[in-house]
């Protein structure tokens, strides 16, 4: 496998539920899709909109893991695409009531941005394939993850700026020691 270089990036995932053994199961079963989990954040109350309470009832808990492997910018659909196929394996397991117990949202960071998958379209998202939009939710500037207009609420929270700081020392960490060995 050849060394990670810039244009590869973080893994990182968003997971919500309101079922810790959901957020438990998904980080076993992205850790065996995705590899080792390097960073976990605490989880943190997701109450800032109620557009997933009908699916996914209220008291919802979101969690941020950051995987060990780099990855390429290319990947960002592929990975969108396996998060779709996790939601819907736990949906079929039928250990859960509602219509969607879980979301996962992955996502990529490199020095300048954090950028996420989805499947919806809009004005600031760009189209990668098959379904896949991109968007740069966070860009850093002056040592920290600043929102653009469009940034969801959940990732203007301390918390997450905090989480995706670290994760982003551990990037670079990754990069220099790659640049040691080749």
Known sequence: MPPPTTIDALLVTA???????ALAWARQRLTDVFGPVALAGEPYSFHHTD???????PGLK???FAFEKLVPLAKLADDKHVAIELENELLQSGQYPEQRPINIDPGLLNLGKFMLATTKDNAQRIYLRDGIFAEVTLYFKDGEFCPWPWTYADYREPAVGEFLLCAREYYKQRLAKAEVET
């Open 15 to 21: 997971v919500f539920s309101r079922y810790a053994d």
């Open 51 to 57: 557009y997933y309470t009908a699916a996914m009832g």
């Open 62 to 64: 979101k969690q941020l």
